[in-house]
């Protein structure tokens, strides 16, 4: 089931989109609840928006090379496999999208020279027009054209080919109970891959204050289903009044508790752990609602459809594991056969350096700061107390060792899977 996680270049843009348009029309979501909000620092504030800008600048213009192709002289070889004929879309006919992009070129252009130097009435007049200019691109034909062609037809035929492939047909309000499921996954697993490849905290929490609309929506839209589906089958109404419910307490615990102080935050390494925890109190909450639901429906469903890197994160784990093992015995060794020569205590600093450029990127990044401290303690420890800085360390990791032991992940698969194949 990798296409659930997959965007194309529309559906990225549109994300981003919904963000930055979030970020303008309701300052402080999604924390307002909790009496905290984003924006602390307006030069961030306007940096954040600008960049943003710049990345819609960007992905539009890979909307516009996937879905358009410019005529071709007559008598000429054309580079794309594509024909006019089979494909009648040229530049003209997402005139929307190229004026929206035009306005937002010279922000790109000219936004690192405007950190610093923007009034807050002028950003609130940028932010004002913006918003307007975004209200109508999504209102034009072109953009319900392009929702049409690639975000309702991927989805429902995911769903009905991978996950209720021999149900009855269901009604429409079912099907758009499990369609929105699918599209609040997607957008997690989006966020998750982003936060891995860059992590660039304010313009995430743009993403983060869309999510919570978004949630917040789709359990909203929930009780209505319910009303309608009454008559349909009873369990199935009695299984979305529990996912609501489920949603509401997990969404709410995340938004006002777990990340009520994530503004405040000025290491981003602590920042990173609380949304990677976030994440996947939301994800876990989506994903077990979405089975729960589903298994009414087609009680066969396999919910590891929805892990589609499940084998992936079990090798990475059995991974961790022997080489966590492997340091902890090797920190044993050290500590017990510490002597004055110092033979070896040369081999930790290589150790520890070499396991941090591999299997260190496994571990939860919550732990990555306890194990940094131990390094840094480390080679700052002189030579009189340095065997009880490696006996704590052999302690903490044996404790860490136990703790990776305990992921649900490893209790998947009932045969080992060897070293190398985790390689």
Request: contains cysteine; hydrophobic residues 35%; aromatic residues 10%.
């Amino acid at each position: 089931m990798t296409e659930i996680y997959s965007l194309s270049p529309f559906q990225e843009f549109e994300l981003w989109l919904n963000g930055l348009r979030t970020y303008h029309e309701n300052p402080g979501a999604p924390l307002e609840s909790s009496g905290a909000g984003f924006r602390k620092d307006f030069v961030e504030e306007v940096d954040t928006s600008l960049k943003i800008a710049g990345d819609l600048v960007r992905l539009a213009d890979l909307v516009l090379r996937k879905d358009t192709i410019t005529e071709t002289p007559a008598g000429r070889p054309t580079n794309s496999t594509r024909t006019l004929e089979a494909q009648p879309c040229g530049l003209e006919d997402f005139a929307e999208l190229m004026e929206f992009r035009d306005f937002l070129e010279p922000f790109n252009i000219i936004g690192s020279r405007l950190s610093g130097r923007v009034s807050q009435i002028e950003f609130q007049a940028f932010g004002c027009l913006l918003t307007a200019q975004i209200q109508r691109l999504q209102k034009s034909r072109l953009y319900a054209r392009m929702r049409r062609h690639e975000d309702e037809p991927q989805l429902n035929e995911l769903l009905q080919q991978s996950i209720i492939p021999e149900t009855p047909t269901i009604p429409d309000q079912m099907e758009d109970v499990l369609v929105e499921f699918l599209r609040n996954l997607r957008v997690i697993r989006y966020i998750q891959d982003e936060m891995r490849r860059n992590f660039e905290f304010r313009k995430l929490l743009v993403l983060f204050g869309h999510c919570y609309q978004c949630y917040y929506s789709f359990i909203r839209m929930l009780k209505p289903r319910r009303e309608q589906l009454h008559l349909y089958r009873p369990d199935i109404v009695e299984g979305i009044y529990s996912t609501t419910f489920a949603l509401k307490l997990e969404t709410g615990k995340v938004f006002t508790d777990g990340l009520s102080d994530i503004d405040s935050q000025t290491e981003s390494k602590r920042a990173y752990a609380e949304m990677e925890d976030a994440l996947g109190s939301i994800e876990n909450a989506f994903r077990e609602t979405f089975s729960n639901l589903v298994k009414l429906l087609n009680p066969s469903f396999d919910d590891e459809r929805l892990h589609e890197d499940l084998k992936r994160s079990y090798e990475e784990t059995v991974l961790l594991v022997e080489d966590l093992t492997l340091l902890r015995d090797f920190i044993k060794v050290v500590c017990e056969e510490h002597r004055e020569d110092e033979n070896g205590w040369e081999q930790v600093p290589k150790t520890l350096k070499g396991f941090q450029e591999t299997s260190m990127r496994y571990l939860f990044f919550k732990d990555w700061l306890a194990f940094e401290k131990f390094h840094r303690e480390l080679l700052q420890s002189e030579d009189s107390g340095r065997r009880q800085v490696l006996h704590r360390f052999e302690v903490y990791l044996s404790t860490l060792l136990s703790e990776v032991k305990k992921r649900s992940v490893l209790s998947r698969f009932e045969t080992p899977i060897p070293r190398a194949a985790a390689n």
